[in-house]
């Protein structure tokens, strides 16, 4: 795999390290780097893009606006957004808006390029602590919706499944609880992701707190 990267940060001096970081892993192409979320649009209407290291708040256009209309305009391309902060309110919108996941500035070379890495591949990245501090904050956010018809389209086994999911279990923690093979809980994982019309197991996390069907600790 080689990945085509694009940097968004209106810190001049951090996007261009990152670039430089980057540019030495064989597993990256070709790395570009913008300083403002109009300059990252134009960027991805003009080129081939795969992957978009997208920092959140910045002057004019912020993150979250840029995240919606760049996955708007390009089919397949990644966000994953990269914040001084573990999690806070701006974050989880762009992760709503799509993004698939985030790292903090502090990561590694070694861990932004796997991370790069990983979401080019379809994958989400939010380690286990990321995850709890996410459903922490889909909690805070006010009572969830009533289930409704929110499980509606998902079987008995797809149920216990997305319920899983919106713990943050792996697909081998929901193997071990269902009793289940690791290949038919993949097989169960992307049926649900298809008919919640999630993009990945995070966006899992916001839907099942957000419709009810799972209920905040009290």
Not at 188 to 213: C, F, M, Q, S, T
């Amino acid at each position: 795999m080689t990945i085509r990267v694009l940097i968004v940060d209106d810190q001049e001096l951090f996007r261009e390290a990152v670039a430089v970081m980057l540019a030495r892993d064989p597993r990256i192409a070709d790395v570009r780097a913008v300083a403002s979320g109009e300059e990252a649009i134009e960027h991805v209407r003009a080129h081939a893009v795969d992957v978009v290291l997208m920092d959140i708040r910045m002057p004019g256009l912020d993150g979250i606006a840029a995240t919606r209309e760049i996955l708007r305009i390009r089919d397949g391309i990644r966000v994953l957004v990269l914040t001084t902060f573990d999690l806070d309110e701006y974050v989880y919108a762009a992760i709503r808006e799509g993004a698939s996941g985030f790292l903090t500035k502090d990561a590694s070379p070694a861990e932004l390029a796997d991370a790069a890495a990983a979401v080019a591949a379809g994958e989400q990245v939010l380690s286990p602590r990321a995850t709890a501090a996410l459903i922490g904050f889909v909690r805070d956010g006010g009572p969830p919706a009533d289930p409704g018809e929110a499980l509606a389209a998902l079987s008995a086994r797809e149920q216990e499944v997305a319920r899983l999911l919106a713990t943050g279990a792996s697909n081998e923690q929901i193997a071990a609880a269902l009793f289940l093979s690791p290949n038919t809980v993949k097989t169960h994982v992307k049926a649900v992701l298809a008919k919640l019309a999630v993009p990945d197991r995070v966006h899992v996390v916001i839907w099942a707190y957000e419709n009810g069907v799972l209920r905040p600790r009290a």
